[in-house]
């Protein structure tokens, strides 16, 4: 368990040296702007309570493993949890929560948000792959 806190702290302590790196070039245009975002879910007590987490630069370093389809989706959405809609798929009634958090930086701007969706078929269905991982 210690050696997930310290690889957590080493992501935060490398998101706030690039979130740092990214403010110092505002001229850019927005969609150059540096993006350093820690994504996460939380899921229930059905599910394990496991928690999963990875980081999202939207180029190198990138850890996500659909990084490239989940900077679709954010650019798709404005990088708002609120405005994605689902895709469509049939999901059960299940009550499992999922929370979902997005913290750092989209394309310079700071993003602090946390939704919870009813289970993860909904979470997948209205995020795609941005927390799919």
């Known amino acids: 368990m210690s050696g997930r806190i310290c690889a ?4 935060l302590v490398s998101l706030f040296a690039f979130a740092g790196t990214a403010q110092a070039a505002p ?3 927005p969609a150059q702007r540096g993006t350093a975002l ?3 879910a939380q899921y229930s ?3 394990g309570n496991a928690v999963k987490a990875t980081v999202l630069t ?11 389809l989940a900077c679709a989706t954010l650019a798709s959405a ?3 949890l609120q405005v994605m809609q689902a895709d469509g798929r049939a999901c059960t009634f299940h ?3 999922v929370e979902v958090r997005m913290f750092g930086f989209w394309r310079g701007a700071p993003v602090n948000e946390v939704h919870t969706y009813p289970n993860s078929c ?7 792959a941005l927390f799919d991982f």
Do not use: E, K
């Open 45 to 47: 007590d059905f599910d």
């Open 8 to 11: 957590f702290v080493a992501l």
């Open 27 to 29: 001229s850019a245009p």
């Open 38 to 40: 820690i994504l996460s």
């Open 78 to 80: 404005g990088a708002d």
């Open 95 to 97: 009550y499992a929560p």
């Open 122 to 128: 909904v979470m997948l269905a209205h995020t795609g």
């Open 58 to 68: 939207c180029g190198r370093g990138d850890q996500h493993p659909r990084g490239a």
